[in-house]
């Protein structure tokens, strides 16, 4: 890494978070780890969850799940979102899991000869994206995959609200809950809850949480979790600007006073949207305003007080909540973290030291002792 613009990424958090969560809810752990586990490395997080205690892998595409086996990942990996019936012998020959989700996928299933795919039900139960939403549909394809080979792993369901509505998660619960009763059958997964539902939905019939965002620490129902992201960057110019000088594309702000403004190598190419405009970052330990429109590469700050060229800007991490930047940004942590770009390095912290950086654009990783 030459440009000093980094994501850091706390593996020990993360393995902590792992076995807080298993302790909790005492059940088996699916970590979910599509979208490049959230943006912060599949490969990485998969070692670091699987050493931790989690049991199996989720994925939302046959092309993460392919990326997982291609980097040497050998275990239990389930594809949560829809596949290619036409894909299944690479589905097969890879050990990949599945989800049947349609009764069209099902017939496209086994129509071909789909012997040996291993395949978990989708139940809809409100969401209302993928999945069964009759009983009588639900059984009919159970037993027509059963009867060309297929191997039944598991059934389960997706909360559309668990952060924050009880009533409508008991609700899909118990339409889940049916379901598996109507089933009959011994699923070895059995599972419903995600972040949010595993930390505080109690249930006797699931035997494993199927979590992402609080495996890095953020929930909106507990802190008791540890927050193992952050973003960085250095100033590399500070300027001293007289009253009435515009700042960035459009000249959107124009200083109203002697002002010290600092530019950074940040920008919405690395994920640092454009509505970022007008918040606050930290800058070494002062709080500066972003001032001018966030560039593709770089960012203004206006500087309440002199800080040195080289001085370290924290946009999310130990002082800036994640959660802080998302309410402020109108958004969710999730969407943050999943936007910030290829283009910026992963620091990786394990045992409490740096332990690998992580850019493929640049090398492919590499590991310093
Ligand atoms: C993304 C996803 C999860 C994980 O959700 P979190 O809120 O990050 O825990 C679980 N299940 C399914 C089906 C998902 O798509």
């Not at 992580?358 to 990783?365: D, F, G, I, P, V």
Request: net charge neutral; with cysteine; proline share 3%.
């Amino acid at each position: 890494m030459y440009r000093q613009t980094w994501m850091e990424i706390d593996l020990d958090a993360i393995a902590d978070n792992i076995k807080a969560i298993k302790n909790h809810c005492r059940k088996k752990i699916i970590a979910v780890l599509k979208a490049d586990a959230y943006g912060c490395g599949d490969i990485q997080v998969a070692r670091t969850v699987m050493e931790a205690g989690a049991d199996m892998i989720a994925v939302s595409s046959l092309d993460e799940a392919m990326m997982l086996r291609n980097q040497g990942y050998k275990k239990e990996l389930l594809i949560l979102g829809a596949t290619d019936p036409a894909d299944i012998d690479i589905m097969i020959q890879n050990n990949i899991s599945a989800t049947a989700y349609s009764t069209k996928w099902v017939k496209g299933v086994t129509s071909r000869n789909c012997n040996g795919l291993r395949v978990h039900l989708k139940v809809e139960t409100g969401m209302n994206r993928i999945g069964f939403r009759d009983i009588e549909e639900l059984k009919k394809a159970k037993g027509l995959l059963m009867l060309r080979g297929c191997s039944l792993d598991g059934i389960f369901t997706h909360f559309a609200k668990a952060d924050t509505d009880r009533d409508m998660t008991q609700k899909q619960f118990e339409r889940f809950e049916a379901a598996v009763k109507a089933m009959d059958y011994p699923f070895r997964w059995i599972h419903c809850d995600n972040s949010d539902a595993s930390l505080w939905f109690r249930d006797p019939l699931s035997n494993a949480c199927r979590v992402g965002i609080s495996m890095y620490g953020y929930s909106s129902v507990t802190d008791r979790l540890k927050p193992a992201l952050g973003l960085y960057t250095k100033i590399f110019m500070v300027k001293q600007l007289g009253p009435g000088e515009p700042v960035g594309y459009g000249s959107t702000y124009v200083t109203s006073g002697d002002e010290l403004i600092a530019t950074a190598p940040i920008g919405y190419a690395d994920g640092f949207i454009r509505a970022n405009q007008g918040r606050k970052v930290l800058v070494d330990n002062v709080m500066a305003e972003v001032v001018g429109r966030v560039c593709m590469d770089q960012v203004m700050l206006k500087l309440p007080e002199s800080r040195p060229e080289g001085s370290l800007v924290e946009i999310f991490g130990k002082h800036i909540p994640l959660q802080q930047m998302a309410e402020e940004l109108n958004t969710i942590p999730y969407e943050i973290i999943c936007l910030i770009s290829g283009r910026v390095t992963r620091i990786y912290i394990k045992n409490g030291e740096r332990a690998e950086e992580a850019n493929e654009r640049l090398t492919k990783s590499s590991v310093n002792g």
